[in-house]
Nanobody, 115 residues
């Protein structure tokens, strides 16, 4: 069982920056994949970015060149550095991890970008 704890959400003005963190615990193994998804009110949960244990990354087109995903520590922590935030980035951001074929989700952290 893997537990994911997110931190770093909040309110920011358009054009600002924010960093999200997510720490995985509960397993001696580092997740194979980690990443971030987001869900805006009334919309489905969409991929933001993912990163494998080896450092390969995937980004949604809408956030390319503005967000960077990375892993740190013992590679069980994932970060999302966000720049040039837009009001349309407002959503609940969920941390994601996959280990042994099982997907785990964090509780979500609200990011609100004011115009």
């Amino acid at each position: 069982q893997v537990q994911l704890v997110e931190s770093g959400g909040g309110l920011v003005q358009a054009g600002g920056s924010m960093r999200l963190s997510c720490a995985a615990s509960g397993s001696i193994f580092s997740p194979t994949d980690m990443g971030w998804y987001r869900q805006a009110p009334g919309k489905q949960r969409d991929l933001v970015a993912t990163i494998t244990r080896d450092g390969s990354t995937t980004y949604a087109d809408s956030i390319k060149d503005r967000f960077i995903i990375s892993r740190g520590g013992p590679r069980s922590t994932v970060y999302l550095q966000m720049w040039s935030l837009k009001p349309e980035d407002t959503a609940v951001y969920y941390c994601y991890a996959k280990l042994a074929g099982v997907a785990y989700w964090g509780q979500g952290t609200q990011v609100t970008v004011s115009s």
